[in-house]
């Protein structure tokens, strides 16, 4: 079937506004990833799931930020009251396994968040 | 710590020229160690892993753990080489580290 879907494709907000971000995995990927993308940065962690497992949040750069998953699916990325630094394009990958057992990530084609 | 770094923003070459990105590693462990590319209005995707050995569009990447480097090459650089190239460390805890990445520019 499809790959990695993200929703939405863009968006524009105004600062101190809640924005939600949603991926859909690939169907039967157990692990799921958030990255942030910005000129400057690279590829920035933000969040992992894998199965029934706690999330590693290690990633997440301010409690404005925050993430859940569904039923081992679909999983939203949350940020409140953006501030113009949130933004950037954000990644969402789903794998098989975890990246320490040498899996491939399949990335989406992300959601490009603009703070005015 | 942790850490990817690849030191080129940008790298510039000529049709037929061999190219080779940098990428370094920081790691106290057995390193897993990957590029990821991205060609422009495409998604991120796996170019190559360290553990195959394997040369996927005429590129290669050897792991060099006393210099601790993982640098991609190729011998002959095309035009449809342009893109963002990632390097990418898996330690071991789940999550994948990536570099700041390069961008390649393949002139004609």
């Known amino acids: 079937g499809a790959g990695v879907s993200q929703s939405p494709s863009n968006k524009v907000t105004e600062k101190g506004k809640d924005v939600e971000l949603r991926c859909d995995p690939i169907s039967g990927h157990t692990a799921l990833y958030w990255y942030r993308q910005s000129l400057g940065q690279g590829l920035e962690f933000l969040i992992y799931?894998?199965?029934?497992?706690?999330?590693?949040k290690s990633g997440l750069p301010s409690d404005r930020f925050s993430a859940e998953r569904t039923g081992g699916s679909v999983s939203t990325l949350t940020i409140q009251r953006t501030q113009q630094e949130d933004s950037a394009v954000y990644l969402c990958?789903?794998?098989?396994?975890?990246?320490?057992?040498?899996?491939?990530?399949?990335f989406g084609e992300g959601s490009r968040l603009t703070v005015l | 710590a942790q850490r990817v770094t690849q030191p080129e923003k940008l790298l510039s070459v000529f049709k037929g020229a061999p190219v080779e990105l940098k990428c370094n590693y920081s790691?106290?462990?057995?390193?897993?160690l990957f590029w990821y590319v991205q060609y422009s209005r495409q998604r991120l995707q796996l170019l190559l892993r360290h553990i195959s050995r394997e040369s996927i569009k005429g590129f290669t990447a050897d792991l060099n753990k006393g210099e601790t480097s993982f640098h991609l090459k190729k011998p002959f650089a095309q035009e449809e080489d342009s893109a963002m190239y990632y390097c990418a460390l898996a330690p071991n805890t789940g999550k994948l580290i990536f570099g700041q990445g390069t961008t390649l520019q393949v002139k004609p």
């Open positions: 990958a789903s794998s098989l396994r975890l990246a320490g057992d040498a899996g491939e990530l399949f």
């Open positions: 799931f894998q199965g029934n497992s706690a999330p590693d």
């Open positions: 790691y106290s462990g057995s390193p897993e």
